[in-house]
Structures are given as C-alpha cells and as structure tokens.
C-alpha cells in the first residue's frame, strides 16, 4: 500500500470521525434548542394559568382552558386538563392524546411527554377550590419533530457528500505533497554505480524535502568518497603487489634458463624467499586492513595499555639492541582501554616498528603513556631525519611512502595505525620534533569515556608538535 493511499485512508478515517461527531452535536443542539423554547413557553403559560385558576371558580376555570386549547402559537394542536382528587375538573382539546401519568399528589412541577411523543405538556401543581389538583398544559411537537427529522436527513445526505469530497481532495493534496518525493526517488534510481559524482537537484523550497535531499546529497559525498577510496586502494594494491611478483618471477625465470651453481641456487632462493616475505607482509596487512573496514563493531575488553605497551617493548627491544638504538619507556601511566587487544598491540608494534626503521644506529626511540582528561596518550618519538612538511598530512595514507624510506615497507602500517585508532573511537597524528626527529602521537578515550570528537583533532596535532 502506498503512502498516498495510508494517508488518504487515515484522512478519510479521522474526518470522517469529526464530521460524523459534529453532525450528531448539531443534531443535538438543534433538538434541544426547539424543545427548549417550546417547553419554556408552556411552563411560562402554565405558571400564568395556575395563578389565575387559584382564584376561579369552576365556570370561570373551565372558560380559561377552553381559551388555552384554542390557542395555535405553541402547535397546530393543543390539550388543557385540570385534575383533581375527586377527578377531571376540565379535558379541552385533542381527546386522542394520551395524558402522562402524573399523581395530583406527587406536586410534580415540569415537563413530560406523551407516550406517543406527539405532545409535551407542562405540568403544575396548584390548589383548586380548596385541594391540590394539577394543571397539565399540552402542545403538539410534531412540527418540531418533523423539523429535527428534516435536518437529520439533510445531515445523511450532505455529510457522506462532504466526505467524499474531502477524501478526494485529500487523495489529490497527498499526491501533491509527495510529488516531491517521488521525484526524487526517481532521481535517485538514475544514478547509477558508475556515475556517483552526480548529485540530486535542490528543491526550490528549503523545507523536509530539501533537508532529505541535503542528506542523501552528503550520503553520495561518502559514497563516492569510499568508491574512489576503494579504487584506489585496489589500483596501488595492484601496484604494489606487481613489482615484487615482477622481481620475484624474473629471478626463477633467470633461475631456471640454465644450469646454476649450488651458490647461485641458493642465491636466487634467498632473493625469492625475501620477496615472499615481502609479499606475505603486504597480504597480511591488506586482510587486516579489509577485516577493519568490514568489522561492525569489534568485541571490546577491558585492556591495561600500559601492560601492552611494556610487553611490546619487551618483545622488540632485543631487534632496537642489534641496531644500537637507545629503546625506552618514560611517564608510562595506567590507562585502561574499551577495546581489542590484538587491535591495539598491532597499532603500538606499527609505531615501534616505524621509529626503528628511521632511527639510525646510536639514536634513540621515546615510549610515553599518559592519562589526561579521560584520554589516554600514547607518544612514540624517535631520533631520525623526521618527515618533510609536505608529506606530514599524507603518512597515514595507503601505500604513501616517504623521501627518507628508501623504498622499505609496504605503506600500510600507518594506515592501520589509524584504523585502529578511529576503530576504538580515537586519533592519530605526527608531526616533527623541535630538535629533530618525528612523534606520533595516539589518543584514546579511556574505559567509560565517550568517542574522540573530529573538533578534537586539531587539539591532538597541536600537542604532536609540541612533542
């Protein structure tokens, strides 16, 4: 079912719940107000006549209410009776109508109705020559029934006319506000995967329709965005992965054109076997890299960083050792972390592993661990040549490799860096040294602290630099 027609159906629904409501109102008052302008007029009357037959005698009595039941201005008919005890005092007027059963002795003071409900007498106790007797003042209400029976048929006929005016008109008002709608569904079917530059049209109005297509206009800026991303990636993947295939394949090639040597076997072996190696490095950081940005949410434990970074250090310090560089820890303070340890050890060995690769011999790498603010700060410093300030904003980009690597690594590992580091809902930056050297600097929200803001991330390259 469309929404046009639902919100027709409810429409139809609710006005015709009001109409049906406002119908029955109307009816109502209209009843009351006849009957009520009726009835006030016979208890006026009777109130008169029974001052009058207080006073009268018999003749005299008998002579008011004949009068009263030749009178036409309360209905086309009238019936006036006088009881008493004993009986009938005085009957004038329509005989056919039966009298409401009133006691002369309830000194019952109102209105009632004839079985029938063709009259409506007004009924007054009074005291007649002596005793209690009642005077009963009817009138003929058929007009005003007839009347109320009139505009209850006008009300069955306009109000489904009304109805289903309003419906139809509703239908059309619908069809009309979701014009919009439907025009931009269609817009949006014609863009197709190959064609994600193009963009939805602006309403002319700023109104729902213009704040929705403000936001699949910006869904399309990501999408594209993860398009060009992807095809990127996938074109440097391919890139990178065909220089060593290259290398590797020319060396067996060469290998086996001819008849080599046991040295020369095992030379060509080793210059494969290091290729591989190569190749199985960027494979492993491709997949993990393709897992991070296919995970919905990874299972997060509480994680001491502290006791990881320790461990880490305590694992590489051996190969800082063979390089003759200075590895240390300092400030290292507690900072539990919401999340995947296996995660968070791959980020903080791609640091270490990055510092040792630009570090020369005799220098040194700084390890820092603080917790400030519900943020937890991870600082990797190193003694190298630092990074050119061009290539600063690019280091955490795929496959981007500086002036000073000298065509080592793959190019991935800062960009895990940074995965990771966005995955647990924090930042990563770099930035030079003041007295050489570069830092990276990582900040995580602690265990029960909300996500890194994007406004934070300018606080974060600021402290990177001053480091």
Not at 403 to 429: D, M, N, P, T, V
Not at 444 to 452: I, K, S
């Amino acid at each position: 079912m469309s929404i046009r027609l639902r919100l027709t159906i409810y429409w139809a629904l609710v006005l015709g719940a009001i109409l049906l409501i406002a119908a029955a109102a109307a009816l109502k008052l209209f009843e009351r107000e006849q009957y009520g302008a009726l009835h006030a007029a016979l208890l006026e009357e009777a109130d008169t006549s029974t001052h009058e037959l207080s006073v009268a005698d018999g003749s005299r009595a008998a002579a008011l209410l004949r009068g009263l039941s030749l009178e036409r201005d309360l209905g086309p008919r009238r019936r006036v009776v006088l009881i008493t005890r004993a009986g009938v005092v005085a009957d004038f007027g329509a005989q056919n109508i039966q009298l409401p059963q009133v006691p002369v002795t309830s000194r019952f003071r109102g209105i009632r109705r004839a079985d029938n409900g063709d009259f409506s007498f007004a009924i007054k106790p009074l005291m007649f020559s002596g005793e209690p007797a009642l005077l009963m003042d009817g009138a003929d209400v058929t007009p005003i029934r007839e009347s109320i029976e009139r505009l209850r048929d006008a009300l069955l006929l306009v109000v489904p006319i009304l109805l289903i005016l309003c419906v139809a008109g509703g239908y059309l008002l619908a069809g009309r506000a979701l014009a919009p709608v439907a025009a931009l569904g269609a817009a949006l079917a014609a863009i197709q995967p190959h064609d994600l530059n193009r963009r939805l049209p602006a309403p002319e109005a700023y109104d729902e329709i213009g704040r929705l297509t403000d936001v699949i206009n910006a869904l399309l800026d990501r999408l594209e965005g993860a398009s060009v991303t992807e095809r990127r990636f996938a074109s440097d993947a391919a890139h990178e992965l065909r220089t060593p295939l290259a290398v590797l394949r020319t060396g067996l090639d060469v290998a086996l054109a001819r008849e080599r040597s046991g040295s020369e076997n095992r030379a060509a072996l080793e210059n494969a076997h290091r290729e591989v190696i190569g190749l199985c490095k960027i494979a492993e950081e491709l997949l993990m890299l393709a897992r991070l940005n296919g995970e919905v949410a990874i299972e997060r434990k509480p994680v001491d960083l502290r006791a990881l970074v320790a461990e880490v250090t305590a694992t590489v310090e051996p190969l800082a050792t063979a390089k003759n560089i200075d590895l240390r820890t300092a400030d290292m303070s507690s900072a539990i972390i919401d999340g995947s340890a296996a995660h968070l050890r791959r980020l903080v060995i791609n640091l270490i592993d990055n510092a040792l690769k630009f570090t020369p011999a005799g220098g040194r790498i700084e390890i820092g661990l603080a917790s400030i603010d519900g943020r937890a700060i991870l600082r990797v410093s190193d003694s190298g040549p630092g990074m050119d300030p061009g290539e600063l904003p690019l280091v955490f980009e795929r496959f981007f490799r500086g002036a000073h690597a000298g065509g080592e690594g793959s190019g991935l590992g800062l960009s895990l860096c940074r995965e990771i580091a966005r995955y647990h809902g924090g930042q990563i930056a770099a930035a030079n040294r003041p007295g050489g050297g570069a830092v990276f600097v990582v900040k995580l929200p602690l265990r029960g602290t909300r996500a890194l803001q994007p406004s934070e991330s300018a606080q974060l390259t600021a402290s990177a630099r001053v480091a």
